[in-house]
């Protein structure tokens, strides 16, 4: 993933927030054509919502740093991870 440029979501992606985790759904022509919905844990429905398309990587990992008791080099590689798998999803762009 890289950490240059701002992250911007994909408006196809449907969110609610239930409690502390945050449900993604792809938006599709049909209902037939739903076959996945994903679920985000706390820290990263926080990333989720950090997300605003003006937000670079390390403005996000700041703001994470404040709110959560990780480190530097955590916060980077769980954060890697998860933009990676949101861009597999196509849930970021």
């Known amino acids: 993933m890289q950490k ?3 992250l911007r979501k994909n408006k196809n992606m449907v969110t609610r ?3 502390d985790e945050t449900i993604l759904l792809p938006i ?3 209902s037939d054509d739903i076959n996945c919905i994903y679920t985000l844990n706390k820290p990263a429905s926080k990333v989720w919502g950090l997300i605003d398309g003006k937000r670079t990587f390390p403005q ?5 740093l404040k709110e959560f008791d990780t ?6 590689k769980e954060m890697q991870k ?5 861009k597999g999803i196509k849930a970021i762009v």
């Open 4 to 6: 240059k440029g701002v």
């Open 17 to 19: 927030v239930i409690d």
């Open 28 to 30: 599709y022509k049909s």
């Open 60 to 64: 996000i990992k700041d703001k994470v």
């Open 71 to 76: 480190t530097p080099a955590e916060a980077d």
């Open 82 to 86: 998860l933009l990676k798998d949101l």
